[in-house]
């Protein structure tokens, strides 16, 4: 992911599950050992189309339904994946089998999401994070069929956020993936957002 896209998660991240709009540029360089110069380009696009207010080095998310849309339309989910294969079981089962330190992400991190409510659709594609993808493919006999199991690249600071992508890295990651049911996810997990934004 680049490093751009992991300020934006942290910014939709605080604003849409923490309720928190207000930043310092620096602060975010210092916990991201990014420079300062990182930050000001991650702000570029968002500052051009008022989605954040810069005032020296503070600034404030004015709309983080346009810094989600923005992340969504550039995110490059294919250029994540590292292996995909077919797996012979059900995707609860596939979920059951991973090692702990996975992130799950796509359509199981959006069930996590949702509990208590029940997922818009089922799906049978499981999508985890990862920086040992041997770790997980040894947990599974792999067969020829269509991929059902897709293991992407995680980033140095996504385990930061616990066992499964944040709800708008959820929401992009999905929105970049051409399922029949991908729709149905990102309608109800943009219902979630707008929930919890003011």
């Known amino acids: 992911m680049k490093k751009i896209e992991i300020i934006w998660r942290e910014l939709l991240s605080q604003a849409i599950e923490k309720g928190n709009f207000n930043f310092v540029q620096k602060d975010l360089a210092n916990k991201f050992d990014f420079s300062t110069s990182t930050i000001f380009q991650a702000l570029k696009t968002p500052r051009k189309m008022g989605a954040v207010r810069?005032?020296?080095?503070?600034?404030?998310?004015e709309d983080a339904e346009k810094i989600l849309y923005h992340w969504a339309s550039v995110r490059d989910l294919e250029g994540e994946i590292v292996f995909s294969g077919h797996v012979d079981l059900p995707v609860f089962e596939i979920e059951g089998a991973m090692p702990a330190e996975v992130v799950f992400g796509g359509y199981s991190a959006a069930r996590l999401i949702l509990e208590p409510q029940t997922p818009p659709a089922d799906y049978d594609k499981v999508f985890v994070y990862t920086k040992n993808p041997e770790a997980v493919k040894k947990r599974f006999n792999l067969d020829r069929g269509r991929a059902n199991l897709?293991?992407?690249?995680?980033?140095?600071?996504?385990?930061?956020?616990g066992g499964k992508t944040t709800l708008a890295?959820?929401?992009v990651d999905i929105w970049n993936m051409n399922d029949w049911y991908a729709k149905e996810f990102t309608e109800t997990l943009k219902a979630k957002i707008d929930g919890l934004l003011p």
Not at 54 to 61: D, N, P
């Open 150 to 161: 897709f293991i992407l690249k995680a980033d140095d600071f996504l385990t930061g956020y």
């Open 169 to 171: 890295q959820t929401f």
């Open 54 to 61: 810069v005032q020296g080095r503070f600034f404030s998310i």
